[in-house]
């Protein structure tokens, strides 16, 4: 027969005790919440390797140091995207932004705090010395001679691959463009003369192949983009004499603009739009004469001759002066031979009245003559009595207001005629 294990068959088990009722609950709560903890913290580590990449920057995925991916996609643009947790794999950025450097020392002559703000004739006249070797940089020119440069180079990172696996660092790259951009500029100013680069003439090709040479021959990933000359000068010891050159050539470039536009005006003002083709006309035939060459100058002669009368040189207009001289001879011309025609038709017709009887018609046109001198605007009557006179005669101021009148309206008349045959 079995024994009964129930609570009531034992009367002498002890109680169960409530505060460790309460702790065995409460342990069961803390391992529930610590599970679900533990839960989470592995998703967030599950998701701890997304991250973005920005529009100015790369990335690149390294799985225990090493790149992930083929060589053609191994760099990450700009998106976002889902990598393994550290540190299974690590995330590294690249910035490739174009970055400016500025030589601003290596070959310019040491300047204090106190000096920067001086103008050139004083540093002239502080820095009228010889150049220290250790702190002034220079430039020597292909001619031997010495200048002074400072320079603005721009960089960026273009193969983030290379430039992580041989460089690493933004200093580091920094520092060595600058080396190689040194080495460049050395070289292009090498090859020039002294004049030439105070003037900002420099083959920048030349350095910036030296430096990409150099850059790509480290594998550093680093490309130039830029090089600029921003400012040059002379030693300070010669700088008047440079100034002085420099000041002489731009007043003779200035004079040279300002003849070619004055040139241009008064060809334009002459002859138009057909002026230069003309005016090469003109030389040929004078270089013709000159050479002796009957042929060709009268060959010029006659262009010139028909470009004129027809106001057109190669179908090109002729305007200026040279038209409106040429309109109004051709207006007068006209005038001229109308005038003489009119006078030829008027004695052809009184020829045969003449030959009839010339006393007659000689006394008509004595007569009308004599009425168109007397019954003219301009003629003055004095009337006087018979006998022995003397007279003290004074122009009428009215018949002088009147003719300054017309001979005024005159002159405006043909003003407006010579402008309307322009």
């Not at 106190?114 to 292909?142: V, Y």
């Not at 305007?319 to 005038?339: D, H």
């Amino acid at each position: 027969m079995t024994e009964s294990t129930s609570p009531a068959s034992r009367p002498f088990a002890s109680p169960v005790d409530p505060a460790q009722q309460s702790l065995a609950e409460a342990l069961k709560v803390s391992f529930a919440i610590l599970k679900l903890a533990m839960a989470a913290l592995l998703v967030a580590y599950a998701f701890s390797g997304t991250f973005s990449v920005g529009s100015n920057e790369v990335a690149l995925r390294l799985r225990f140091g090493d790149y992930v991916g083929d060589p053609g996609r191994r760099v990450l643009e700009r998106g976002t995207y889902l990598a393994a947790p550290f540190p299974i794999e690590e995330i590294v950025k690249v910035d490739t932004r174009p970055t400016t450097l500025t030589l601003d020392k290596e070959f310019w002559f040491e300047t204090t705090a106190d000096e920067s703000g001086m103008t050139r004739a004083q540093m002239q006249a502080r820095k009228a010395m010889p150049l220290h070797p250790l702190r002034d940089g220079s430039l020597i020119t292909g001619d031997s001679n010495i200048a002074h440069a400072k320079w603005t180079i721009t960089w960026r990172v273009a193969d983030p691959v290379a430039y992580l696996t041989n460089v690493g660092s933004r200093p580091l790259a920094t520092e060595l463009v600058r080396l190689v951009a040194q080495q460049g500029i050395v070289q292009a100013a090498a090859g020039i003369a002294a004049e030439e680069l105070l003037r900002g003439v420099v083959d920048r090709e030349l350095a910036m192949g030296t430096m990409q040479r150099r850059l790509d021959a480290m594998r550093s990933g680093l490309v130039v983009d830029q090089l600029a000359l921003d400012k040059v000068s002379a030693p300070m010891r010669v700088a008047a004499s440079f100034d002085a050159v420099t000041s002489a050539e731009s007043d003779r470039a200035g004079r040279i603009v300002a003849a070619q536009q004055d040139r241009s005006r008064i060809l334009g003002e002459t002859a138009g739009e057909a002026s230069t083709a003309l005016l090469g006309l003109i030389t040929a035939h004078e270089q013709a004469a000159e050479r002796g060459d009957a042929a060709a100058a009268a060959a010029a002669e006659a262009m010139i001759e028909k470009s004129l009368a027809d106001l057109a040189v190669d179908g090109i207009p002729v305007g200026g002066t040279v038209a409106r001289v040429i309109n109004a001879a051709t207006t007068y011309r006209s005038q001229i031979v109308e005038k003489v025609a009119g006078e030829a038709g008027a004695f052809e017709q009184l020829l045969p009245q003449y030959e009839k009887n010339p006393r007659l018609v000689l006394t008509k046109i004595w007569e009308d003559a004599r009425e168109q001198i007397l019954t003219g605007d301009d003629i003055e009557t004095f009337y006087m009595v018979p006998g022995q006179l003397e007279l003290q005669i004074n122009r009428d101021p009215n018949l002088m207001k009147e003719r300054q009148k017309e001979q005024l309206s005159t002159r405006k008349r043909e003003q407006k005629r010579f402008e309307q045959n322009r």
